[in-house]
C-alpha cells in the first residue's frame, strides 16, 4: 500500500513556543490531506481538511490560527502549532487520499505526540 | 448527519477465540463504505479490512472478516483465533459521497492468555 511518512513521531516543547509536524505521501501524489487530533482512549477528531494549492478546510471550534496548515506541494503538508500551551499536548495524526472517487482510499501517518511543557 | 456508532467502548476475549466488533453507519447515501483500522498501543493506523455498500459478499481478509448487514448498513469485524497481539484499539471509519472521512468512538480489545 501507499506510504505516508509524519514527522517527528514525538516532540516535547516549551509552553509558547511554535511546533511544526510534517505529513508526506512517499509514492503517491495527494492532493488532499486530513489533520486529526486524539486523546488517549478517544476516537480521531478531524480538525482540518488540506487542499493542495488552496486554504484548509477547519472544523467547527478548531482555531485557524493556532494550527496552522499548510499544503505547498501533492506530496507534503505541514501543521504547525503556535503559541503552544500544555492543553495542546495530544497525539496528531495525519492521512493522505489516494485516488478518485470511490476508489478514493487514506492512508495514515504514524502520528506525532506533542507534549508542552 | 452523518455517523459512525460503535457501542462497545471495551472488549475482552480469551485467547484463540472469536470476538465480533460492531460497526453502524447512520447515512442517508446509498454508496458508501466501511473500514476498520487497529490502532495498537504505539499509536499508529493500521487498514484492516474494506466493505463497500455495493459488494455482493462479506469481505473477508485472514483472521479478519465482516458481517456486513445491508438494511442496518452495519459491518461488524471477526476476529477469529484471538492472538494477544490483537490487544488494541480498533476504529471503524465511514465514507460516504461527500467523501468527508468519519470515525466511530472506538473500541478498546484485550486478548487474555
Known amino acids: 500500500g501507499a506510504v505516508v511518512s509524519q514527522h517527528p513521531s514525538r516532540v516535547i516543547c516549551k509552553s509558547g513556543t511554535s511546533v511544526k509536524i510534517e505529513c508526506r505521501s512517499l509514492?503517491?501524489?495527494?492532493?488532499?490531506m486530513f489533520w486529526y487530533r486524539q486523546f488517549p482512549k478517544q476516537s480521531l477528531m478531524l480538525m482540518a481538511t488540506?487542499?493542495?494549492?488552496?486554504?484548509?478546510?477547519?472544523e467547527q471550534g478548531v482555531e485557524k490560527d493556532k494550527f496552522l496548515i499548510n499544503h505547498a506541494s501533492l506530496t507534503l503538508s505541514t501543521l504547525t502549532v503556535t503559541s503552544a500551551h500544555p492543553e495542546d499536548s495530544s497525539f496528531y495524526i495525519c492521512?493522505?487520499?489516494?485516488?478518485?472517487?470511490?476508489?478514493?482510499?487514506?492512508?495514515f501517518g504514524q502520528g506525532t505526540r506533542l507534549t508542552v511543557v | 448527519a452523518q455517523k459512525i456508532t460503535q457501542t462497545q467502548p471495551g472488549m475482552f476475549v480469551q485467547e484463540k477465540e472469536a470476538v465480533t466488533l460492531d460497526c453502524t453507519y447512520d447515512?442517508?447515501?446509498?454508496?458508501?463504505?466501511l473500514f476498520w483500522y487497529k490502532q495498537p498501543s504505539s499509536g499508529e493506523m493500521i487498514f484492516l479490512i474494506y466493505?463497500?455498500?455495493?459488494?455482493?459478499q462479506n469481505a473477508t481478509e485472514g483472521r479478519y472478516s465482516l458481517n456486513f448487514q445491508k438494511a442496518r448498513k452495519s459491518a461488524n469485524l471477526v476476529i477469529s483465533a484471538s492472538q494477544l497481539g490483537d490487544s488494541a484499539m480498533y476504529f471503524c471509519?465511514?465514507?460516504?459521497?461527500?467523501?468527508?472521512?468519519?470515525f466511530g468512538q472506538g473500541t478498546t480489545l484485550q486478548v487474555k492468555p
Open positions: 492521512s493522505a487520499l489516494q485516488g478518485r472517487g470511490a476508489n478514493t482510499e487514506a492512508f
Open positions: 509514492d503517491f501524489q495527494a492532493t488532499t
Open positions: 488540506s487542499n493542495e494549492g488552496s486554504k484548509a478546510t477547519y
Open positions: 447515512t442517508s447515501d446509498q454508496s458508501y463504505g
Open positions: 466493505q463497500g455498500s455495493y459488494d455482493e
Open positions: 471509519k465511514g465514507k460516504g459521497n461527500t467523501g468527508k472521512l468519519i
